[in-house]
């Protein structure tokens, strides 16, 4: 068995989905799990999703996961107490995410055969545990296809912070729309390193980007950066008063930190300048090509100003 920390695009695998969903992703079912008072007890239920995947070979190889998870110094004694599963959440920051109602931890544990997404919640008075279980193959078809989707840029940008989310029952929209986000950062960054070269910045990053994320998620990512970085005066005020007019909002955890800077491009802040002009510029020429009108009046309007000069 391999461990690791489970990748933003895993993480709704690790909540109980649509029956659709649990048939093609092989969902087996999930065991849910409590330390009671002490942190040192180990009371569990499972639920069936997809019975007929739940055999006895499934069933031997998952008392053994289960058991390597308590025991085994290997994985950390992940599940051996709840103190010891706090340590190992905090140990590994990558894991933390946004839960349904709280900051959760996702690890994924692999075989052969099966993929189990372990969501853990350290604290007392809730389910400390649940381990959902997958065919492996099934499961990652459908991340994999996940993935081409959020490529095509086939995911809308979610603009809501996590209270609308949760109370309008959108956690689904506002969970992908984020993985799209950091994707997309991480694209920006990406395109920055790999095109700007002599003090100038290749029209290929921008067309990377926005041909991958298309222009609202690509200048939202951008308009959140500049906003993250208002006081930095290596940003131009024209692009600063650009980020202000934009469909932005604020988006706090239970600990007062900005929940949007998980998004934030981290490449030289002059860079980004450069690269958030070029993608309004992008924008507007493409804007005129497919508005007529609006091409006309623009050369209409140019060609005024040269005249009484």
């Excluded at 019975?51 to 290997?74: C, G, P, Q, Y």
């Excluded at 997404?117 to 990652?140: E, V």
């Excluded at 067309?207 to 298309?214: E, F, W």
Aim: charged share 30%.
């Amino acid at each position: 068995m391999t461990i690791r920390a489970m990748k933003p695009d895993e993480r709704n695998y690790s909540y109980t989905q649509e029956k659709s969903v649990q048939k093609n992703t092989g969902c087996i079912g999930h065991l849910r799990g409590d330390m009671g008072r002490s942190g040192e007890e180990f009371y569990t239920s499972w639920d069936d999703h997809e019975a007929s995947l739940k055999t006895e070979t499934f069933k031997s190889e998952f008392n053994s996961i289960v058991n390597a998870l308590r025991k085994d110094e290997r994985y950390g004694l992940l599940l051996s107490s709840r103190k010891t599963l706090a340590a190992c959440c905090h140990a590994m920051p990558d894991c933390a995410f946004d839960g349904s109602s709280a900051q959760e931890y996702g690890f994924r544990a692999d075989t052969k055969a099966y993929s189990y997404m372990i969501r853990c919640n350290p604290t007392q008075g809730n389910y400390n545990f649940y381990i959902y279980a997958y065919d492996r193959a099934k499961l990652d078809k459908v991340l994999e296809m996940q993935k081409e989707q959020m490529q095509k840029c086939e995911v809308p940008v979610y603009l809501y912070p996590r209270t609308y989310a949760q109370k309008h029952g959108e956690m689904e929209e506002y969970r992908m729309s984020r993985q799209a986000n950091i994707a997309c950062r991480d694209a920006i960054d990406r395109a920055i390193c790999e095109h700007y070269h002599d003090n100038v910045l290749s029209r290929k990053a921008v067309q990377n980007v926005v041909g991958q994320y298309g222009f609202d998620r690509t200048l939202y990512v951008l308009a959140v950066t500049v906003m993250d970085k208002n006081w930095d005066g290596r940003i131009s005020q024209n692009n600063k008063n650009w980020a202000k007019m934009q469909p932005v909002y604020a988006d706090m955890d239970e600990l007062g930190q900005e929940k949007n800077q998980a998004f934030v491009a981290r490449s030289h802040p002059g860079l980004v300048d450069l690269f958030l002009r070029e993608t309004r510029r992008a924008k507007e020429a493409n804007l005129e090509k497919n508005t007529p009108a609006l091409a006309k009046c623009k050369r209409e309007k140019s060609n005024g100003m040269k005249s009484s000069r």
